[in-house]
């Protein structure tokens, strides 16, 4: 979906990043329904997660985001985060039973709505 | 009449509804000196033994500005506490009934695709069996993901059938729209996906981002797609009319005729007067209700049907009353009645997706008033509580007159109105200090109510806060706008509880989200609405009541006073009418200079002292 490069930031919509290895894996997938349903483009950055830090990760992909939205996606943890915040503070921090597929769609219906200005919807624990 | 020497502390007591004030002054060298204000919540029903303990923390909480305690208080003069118990009620006159589905009030925020489909409902599978050029709209439940889903369309779309829509359950019409070969509308998030029928005409219609629909929302549009007779569009009216705005809907067409709008038996009431009485139906709604009463007024009673809401409100009253005075029902009259229109949004039964209806509804504020002997034993408890001497100072409304009087730029002739939560109470007082008074049903407690239902709350808390506090609208992690437009910001990022969500201002500069479905302009909306609805009419009506010659003219001052004078909006909105309208002054009362609109009475009874 990258439309055009703009000169400051690198994508023109919400970044996801994620280590290469776990594009194949559902979670991800979810998020990216879920951003797709809310129609707001989004943007892979197939290198963003170098380390184990998410949170991080999470933030550079938010600052190189035109949105200033970013979410990084682990094996088991998920998090939302955006350019404005402290990085240490993220929007969101999903892990362990948090992370049912369920709560994956809702987090990527989050990160968009968080561009959209709309009310974000509740991840409750043990969705199945 | 108690005396009182140089530098005896004595006290000017209200009792309230809600609130007991208190006003505290001493006589020094002859020259009237106020000591302390002190305000406490009433404790029972006003006018009863119960509210000593209410009286005893007003005059603590007066007496905190002072260096004297509560000994030192030799005279207490009371207002003449008579008490007036009032009820609320709310009815609709209209129910919405759906025999079959027909998602009205269903607005999902994400729909698929664009456009009109028409066609019969069927499921994904079903279409397998369809024939080349067959108009249909499959109904996808979660039995196959949404990828499947795609792909039935997509096959059926290849054998030439003629998909013409899709009814989605869970929240994928973008999904699904973006898989499959040609561009229809879907609408999602339709919970109880079961309840939809097959096999049924359907005609599914969604705007283009930022529009709303323009077939379903007009009568004549569902006619042309489903076939439908003139007997047949005009029972469907009502459902288009309720579609008018949404960006998305459905109407299937079933044999039962789908929707119904019914008209409640709401019952009648027969007003009561001096010469003649009159029985009024109210399902015609709250005009003719208070036309009457005012025509008839002073009424002597108002009597309900049994079995019917409005004749349980009057009963309930009644009977409230009946057991505080030991009083045969029989003997109890209701003083006054009011009634406002309302549009309600109830649930509909039958719904397949949380869909609402609105529906005409009358809200009702009855009042009973009970005779002096209650206030006497008040007296009688509070001379042997609290050890002082009591007496009672003149009525209500003549001590308000005398309160309203210390607010700078007043004089005589005056008038005043107490903007309370159960009453509205106004008095006139003429140039030679003569006092008409009267008490009409009607006040805060019923705008609450106004707020609660007409925006489907189900909590009276909640629409209280919002009756009182400004609110605004979330608008990024760092700024809201406010109901005027104008942001304001914030150093650290809000939390995310608030983020795009309509809150209350709260003091202290607490955010309070509220966790509801409403926007900030019909939250606004509402809110002005409900406080001009109750207020207006009544404080005219009281008013035409006391003016000279019943003409509102006539009067040159209005001072308002009570806890709903504090209002944030309300005096505003009040001045505007009286002053636009009718030419009067009017203004929220500053009791001795600084106390705004509270302590009027009590402030009263003191300053009476002067006059005797």
């Known amino acids: 979906m990258r439309e055009k490069k703009s000169k400051i930031y690198d994508f023109v919509g919400i970044v996801i990043c994620t280590k290469k290895n776990l594009m194949g894996y559902a979670n991800v997938k979810e998020i990216l329904y879920g951003i797709e349903e809310e129609e707001v483009p989004f943007e892979v950055w197939q290198k963003g997660l170098k380390t184990e830090d998410i949170v991080s990760a999470a933030h550079a992909a938010a600052i190189r985001s035109i949105f200033n939205v970013g979410v990084c996606c682990s094996k088991d943890a998920i998090v939302i985060h955006h350019s404005k915040l402290e990085k240490r503070n993220p929007l969101f921090y999903l892990s362990g039973d948090q992370c049912t597929r369920k709560n994956a769609r809702y987090a990527g219906n989050n990160a968009a709505r968080l561009v959209k200005g709309l009310r974000l919807k509740t991840m409750k624990k043990h969705e199945r | 009449m108690p005396v009182c020497d140089n530098k005896d502390l004595f006290a000017g007591v209200d009792v309230g509804n809600s609130t007991t004030e208190a006003a505290l002054a001493q006589w020094e060298d002859g020259v009237l000196q106020y000591l302390g204000t002190g305000i406490a919540e009433t404790t029972g029903i006003k006018g009863t033994p119960e509210n000593v303990d209410g009286v005893r923390n007003a005059l603590l909480s007066a007496l905190e500005e002072s260096d004297r305690s509560l000994n030192d208080v030799s005279a207490i003069y009371i207002n003449a506490a008579i008490p007036v118990i009032g009820d609320l009620s709310m009815s609709t006159i209209t129910e919405t009934i759906i025999t079959e589905s027909a998602m009205i009030g269903h607005n999902p925020d994400t729909p698929?695709?664009?456009?009109?489909?028409?066609?019969?409902?069927?499921?994904?599978?079903?279409?397998?069996?369809?024939?080349?050029?067959?108009?249909?709209?499959?109904?996808?439940?979660?039995?196959?993901?949404?990828?499947?889903?795609?792909?039935?369309?997509?096959?059926?779309?290849?054998?030439?059938?003629?998909?013409?829509?899709?009814?989605?359950?869970?929240?994928e019409g973008v999904l699904i729209s973006n898989r499959i070969k040609k561009k229809i509308p879907i609408v999602d998030e339709v919970t109880i996906i079961d309840a939809v029928p097959i096999g049924m005409q359907a005609v599914v219609e969604v705007a283009e981002a930022g529009r709303s629909i323009m077939v379903l929302s007009?009568?004549?549009?569902?006619?042309?797609?489903?076939?439908?007779?003139?007997?047949?569009?005009?029972?469907?009216?009502?459902?288009?009319?309720?579609?008018?705005?949404?960006?998305?809907?459905?109407?299937?067409?079933?044999?039962?005729?789908?929707?119904?709008?019914k008209k409640i038996p709401i019952g009648s009431l027969n007003v009561v007067g001096k010469k003649y009485s009159q029985e009024i139906d109210l399902s015609k709604g709250a005009g003719e209700l208070v036309m009457a009463i005012e025509k008839m007024a002073p009424i002597i009673d108002i009597v309900g049907a049994p079995g019917t809401a409005v004749g349980g409100l009057i009963n309930r009253i009644k009977q409230t009353l009946s057991e505080l005075e030991n009083q045969s029902i029989s003997d109890i009259r209701i003083r006054d009645l009011f009634a406002t229109n309302a549009v309600v949004p109830q649930l509909i039964s039958g719904g397949v997706a949380g869909e609402f209806s609105l529906n005409a509804a009358i809200g009702l504020a009855a009042m009973v008033v009970s005779n002096e002997r209650m206030s006497r034993s008040l007296v009688q408890q509070l001379k042997v509580k609290?050890?002082?001497?009591?007496?009672?100072?003149?009525?209500?409304?003549?001590?308000?007159?005398?309160?309203a009087l210390t607010t700078p730029g007043v004089e005589k002739p005056l008038a005043v109105v107490d903007m309370g939560g159960g009453s509205i109470d106004a008095a006139v007082m003429d140039k030679n200090g003569r006092v008409k008074a009267v008490h009409m049903a009607g006040a805060g407690d019923m705008?609450?109510?106004?707020?609660?239902?007409?925006?489907?709350?189900?909590?009276?808390?909640?629409?209280?806060?919002?009756?009182i506090t400004p609110a605004a609208q979330v608008k990024s992690l760092f700024h809201l706008q406010l109901e005027d437009d104008r942001p304001i910001?914030?150093?650290?990022?809000?939390?995310?509880?608030?983020?795009?969500?309509?809150?209350?201002?709260?003091?202290r500069d607490q955010l309070q989200p509220v966790k509801r479905e409403i926007s900030l302009q019909k939250l606004v909306a509402t809110r002005r609405d409900a406080k001009k609805k109750v207020f207006i009419p009544n404080i005219l009506r009281a008013l035409k009541r006391i003016s000279p010659g019943r003409n509102i003219h006539a009067i040159e001052q209005i001072v308002l006073i009570g806890g709903c004078a504090l209002d944030f909006e309300l005096p505003e909105i009040i001045s505007d009418v009286l002053m636009k309208d009718f030419g009067v002054v009017t203004g929220s009362g500053n009791v001795r200079g600084k106390l705004g609109p509270r302590n009027a009475v009590a402030t009263g009874l003191i300053s009476a002292q002067e006059v005797y």
């Not at chain 2, 079903?126 to 108009?135: D, F, I, Q, S, Y």
């Open chain 2, 112 to 171: 698929g695709g664009a456009g009109i489909g028409t066609g019969r409902t069927i499921s994904l599978e079903g279409m397998l069996n369809c024939m080349p050029g067959e108009k249909v709209i499959p109904v996808v439940d979660t039995h196959l993901t949404f990828h499947q889903a795609a792909k039935f369309i997509n096959k059926a779309l290849d054998a030439g059938v003629d998909v013409q829509a899709a009814i989605v359950q869970e929240n």
């Open chain 2, 218 to 261: 007009n009568p004549y549009g569902i006619a042309s797609l489903l076939g439908l007779d003139a007997k047949a569009t005009r029972k469907i009216a009502p459902l288009a009319i309720s579609l008018i705005g949404n960006r998305s809907a459905v109407v299937i067409k079933t044999p039962k005729g789908g929707i119904k709008q």
């Open chain 2, 386 to 403: 609290l050890g002082v001497d009591v007496s009672v100072g003149g009525t209500e409304m003549e001590m308000a007159l005398l309160g």
């Open chain 2, 447 to 467: 705008v609450t109510m106004l707020i609660d239902r007409e925006l489907g709350l189900e909590d009276i808390v909640l629409a209280e806060e919002m009756k």
């Open chain 2, 489 to 507: 910001f914030f150093n650290t990022p809000l939390d995310k509880k608030y983020y795009g969500r309509v809150v209350l201002l709260k003091p």
